[in-house]
């Protein structure tokens, strides 16, 4: 019964086990990662492919889009032609572009002041419905760009978008054509899809705006799906995979229309995408199973023909271990196995030999250990005696009374070295009265065997007191009826401390095991001796420390207040810092709309907050263009025509920082300029008439240069002196300071009056600089939104031969 349970372990947990475990193991290891390396391989090959083709149709996709987007813009600049100036062509234009392009549904034009004028659309024509869209994005946006794409918007499930393009010329108008958006599924066919792919369009905010057949409903809102958020969210990468509007997982690639915000998303069912990969799973599957079967044979076979050697050896060595060194293992295998077992029999032969010998040896070996113990528990006591105290008085009496009993003898000596005097002073004795007086107390160190020892290094034993030489310590010795001495050196590596000195009463050799440990003792000594020298010292030491302990604390407390007074001082400092650094950012502010005088006069007001609040006052306002500018953009290259407003603006900019005045806002070639705002001037319609006919005289050459390159242009200023409420508009990150009043627009309609190189003012401006300047009176000026006629001049050249009103105030400044 036990035969057959040891058989079914030995299967189930020995070699056998083993054996086919690691073949099996092994196999469907080798399988396993290849199968896992394999499908890897082919499942980032699988799934890069289709992603890039997604990628690549929906970059195709963009494009086409943008194309089309791009070509709908260039055929409605078309129908703003500066030509067309009448209702009626303009009618003409927008009726004819409704009948070539199919997707635009209406078109309607706002005036320079955002107001309707005329609405065309597939159904009807309307005109002078005056609808006020000046604060409208789509016009807003089309003034400052020139063209103005609105988002996208949704009627009855179509979706529609804006395209919005100004007018050329100035504050001429605006066109908006609303786009009917269902021509964006045509880009999206299943054609080029495939089977099972699919693939839609979202604006920013995640709603489609056009889908395949298999695609999610127009205007389902896809903002909370994950590739979609990627696609819209600023700054994210794509992503590779996603989950589509029915909640299943797809594959997915999307590409950025840039121009209008929206994404393209071609889109694959994982599921779909995948399906090699699980074959491939399945394959491999197979083949492991067929491996794994053919692992279980191979192991088996292999296991049980080594099982029985195997065991054969088991049992032998199982009966050596037994004690049973007749036994003898058969096997015959002719390979490494009955070596093994021919090597068994051999050591058990050998090991039956050798088992009477050392019982023998055993039984010596343990007397001698019972000796050896008994000497080890006295040089433990001895040791622990050593590390238990510091002091000598306790240490050396141990160190004496277990030297005299393991030794046998009949007395145990020890004397300190005192290396001033050469001598040896007796310190413990035990077998021996000490307190007695005698030569045998201090003993000089060359009277005696004592110095022999310690020169040397080495044990001295004299086995007959009685012939050795006569020395103080033989004569204490002999008359105390001993007769053998065996003295051993206290030396280390520092020099010598002492001696030991054993003594008995018979005379004899000492053993060697016996001096020995008589030299053991002695080193015990040594150490107790060494530790109470060194214990003194440290002692000595430990109180130097201390005060040297209390001069570093004194001088860390010094430090300590030095460094809260370095504290202060930065603290002090960067408050310093801290308050010019706010001064020059309010500078730098500041210069972006004032004449750096003016910022820096602003800047170092106490409330400068109050100068730029809103407030009403009476200002100078300066508006200038140049005549024929838009008939020269149109027919010139766009480089050129920033070229020539760099020279433009560079040659303004300086006058009017010379003249501190405040540049309201550059619009083209228009610039505006106020005066007495936000810095109050006396003279400030002097200033602005003065700085106008400096600008006439500067720009003039400029004209005469850009004539000579081919460009015909001319400058007119107009000047206007009224009321206005002053302060800043914009939002928090962008903020301006302007002026809004009649006065602003007033002046704006004299400089439209104004021919080349002509300054119009207003009768206001004129009463204020009569006595300095040249002029001429105009015809009664009928002006568009002002109901009466506007008496005008025009200023000729400036009289006054003194210095000018900017040198004036530079004087005044520096007073």
Sequence with gaps: MAGAKDKTRFLREGLFAKYVVSLVGLVVFVLAVNGAMETWISYRATTTSLTDGLDD?????????????????????????ASQDTLDKRRADYAQLLHQVSVVSQLFQLNGDGREVLRVSRQSTSTGTNSDLSRDVRFTDAVSRGVSYAPAYFTDQTPFMSISVAHSGFNAGVTVAEIDLGFLSDFLSDAQLGKAAFAYVVDSRGRVLATSSKGPDVGKDLSKLPQVAAAIGPGREPDTFGTDFNGH??????????????????????????????DQLVRIALLIGVGLMVAILAGTLLARRM?????????????LGEGDFSHRIDVHTSDELEELAGQFNSMAGQLQETYTDLETKVEARTRDLAQSINELKVLEEVGRAVASSLDLNAVLPTIAARALEISHADAVVIYGYDAEAHRFNLIEANGIDKSAEGAHLSIGEGES?????AESGEPIAVADLDHAAEHPLRDVAVNAGFHSVLVVPLVDQQGTLGSLVVLRRAGGEFAGSLIGLMRTFANQAVLAMRNARLFTEVDHKSHALEQAHETVRAQADKLREQTEQLKNWNKSLEERVETQLGEIERIRKLERFLAPQVAQLIASSDSPEGLLT??????????????????FTEATEPEEAMNVLREYHAALGKLIFKYEGTLDKYAGDGVMILFNAPIQFEDHTARAVKMAVEMRDTIGPLTDRWRNRGHSLGFGIGIALGYATLGQVGFEQRLEYAAIGSVTNLASRLCSEAKAQQIVVSRRVYGMVEPWVEARALDELQLKG???PVLAMEILSWREEAESV???SAARMRG
Excluded: M, Y
């Design 57 to 81: 149709k929906a970059q195709a996709a963009a494009r086409r889009i943008e194309q089309s987007v791009s070509e709908l813009e260039r055929q409605i600049s078309w129908v703003t032609r």
């Design 249 to 278: 997982s797809v594959l997915t690639a999307a590409s950025t229309v840039p121009k209008l915000g929206w994404s393209v998303l071609f889109e694959q069912p994982t599921a779909q995408a995948l399906t090699p990969i699980r």
């Design 307 to 319: 099982i029985i050697p195997i065991t054969a050896l088991r049992n032998g060595a199982h009966k």
């Design 449 to 453: 065997i004592l110095g022999d020892a």
């Design 614 to 631: 809103s407030q009403r006052r009476e200002v100078t306002v300066v508006f200038c263009d140049l005549r024929g500018f838009t008939a």
């Design 786 to 788: 002002f109901n009466h």
């Design 806 to 808: 900017a040198d004036a």
